[in-house]
Antibody, heavy 120, light 110 residues
Framework: QVQLQQSGPGLVKPSQTLSLTCAISGDSVSSNSAAWNWIRQSPSRGLEWLGR?????????GYAVSVKGRITINPDTSKNQFSLQLHSVTPEDTAVYYC??????????WGQGTMVTVSS | QSVLTQPPSASGTPGQRVTISCSGS????????VNWYQQLPGTAPKLLIY???QRPSGVPDRFSGSKSGTSASLAISGLQSEDEAEYYC???????????FGTGTKVTVL
C-alpha cells in the first residue's frame, strides 16, 4: 500500500529556511493521477494547505496565497520523493507539517507529521 | 485560517446519532465535493468520507456524508466510544485555487 515517510529537522531558527522531505513508497511522484501536497496544522491557524506539485506531461506547482513567495515544493524523481522549503520563517510558522497524496481531489494518504518549532 | 466553519463541539451517548455541519461558500462546498477527516490525538488526519458521501474501504457504514448548497454534513449513527475524536471537513476552493479545511469539531462520547 501507499506510504509517505517524512524527514527533516524539528527546530529552525527565525529567518532561516525550513526544509522537509517526504519519501513515497507504493506510488510514483511522477504519477499522472496524483498530486503531492504539504499541509500544516497549528492551534492558531488550524489545518492549512500550503501547496502541491504534480506531473501531467510536465511538472506543475501550486501554492497557497498565505505562503506564496516564501515556499518551494520540488519533486525528486531519482529518489521518488518530494520536498518542502519554506523561507524566512517566523515563530508563526511553528506547526506540525504533513505531506499528503491527493487523488481525485482528495488528500487520501498522509505522512506521519513533523513538529517544527521556529525558535532561536 | 480555516475557510470552512464547523461547530467547535458535539456530543452524544453511546448508540446515539450525532451530526456535524460544515458551512462554506459557492467557491468551495457549493461547487466541489467535500471530504471528511477523523483525527485522533497525536496522529495525522484519516480520510473518513470522500466525494461528499463515499466511504473508503474499512470505514464503518455508521459514518455518512451529505451536502446541500454551500453546506455539508457528517453523520455518525450508533455512536461508539472510539468515535471520540476531532473531525474536519475539507474541499477544493476554486477562487483561492487551493484546498481548504474546516475549523474542526471535537466529538465527545458521554
Amino acid at each position: 500500500q501507499v506510504q509517505l515517510q517524512q524527514s527533516g529537522p524539528g527546530l529552525v531558527k527565525p529567518s532561516q529556511t525550513l526544509s522537509l522531505t517526504c519519501a513515497i513508497s507504493g506510488d510514483s511522484v511522477s504519477s499522472n493521477s496524483a498530486a503531492w501536497n504539504w499541509i500544516r496544522q497549528s492551534p492558531s491557524r488550524g489545518l492549512e494547505w500550503l501547496g502541491r506539485t504534480y506531473y501531467r506531461s510536465k511538472w506543475y506547482n501550486g501554492y497557497a496565497v498565505s505562503v506564496k513567495g516564501r515556499i518551494t515544493i520540488n519533486p525528486d524523481t531519482s529518489k521518488n520523493q518530494f520536498s518542502l522549503q519554506l523561507h524566512s520563517v517566523t515563530p508563526e510558522d511553528t506547526a506540525v507539517y504533513y505531506c499528503a497524496r491527493l487523488v481525485g481531489g482528495t488528500p487520501d494518504i498522509w505522512g506521519q507529521g513533523t513538529m517544527v518549532t521556529v525558535s532561536s | 485560517q480555516s475557510v470552512l466553519t464547523q461547530p467547535p463541539s458535539a456530543s452524544g451517548t453511546p448508540g446515539q446519532r450525532v451530526t456535524i455541519s460544515c458551512s462554506g461558500s459557492r467557491s468551495n462546498v457549493g461547487s466541489d465535493t467535500v471530504n471528511w477527516y477523523q483525527q485522533l490525538p497525536g496522529t495525522a488526519p484519516k480520510l473518513l468520507i470522500y466525494s461528499t458521501n463515499q466511504r473508503p474501504s474499512g470505514v464503518p457504514d455508521r459514518f455518512s456524508g451529505s451536502k446541500s448548497g454551500t453546506s455539508a454534513s457528517l453523520a455518525i449513527s450508533g455512536l461508539q466510544s472510539e468515535d471520540e475524536a476531532e473531525y474536519y471537513c475539507a474541499a477544493w476552493d476554486g477562487s483561492l485555487n487551493g484546498y481548504v479545511f474546516g475549523t474542526g469539531t471535537k466529538v465527545t462520547v458521554l
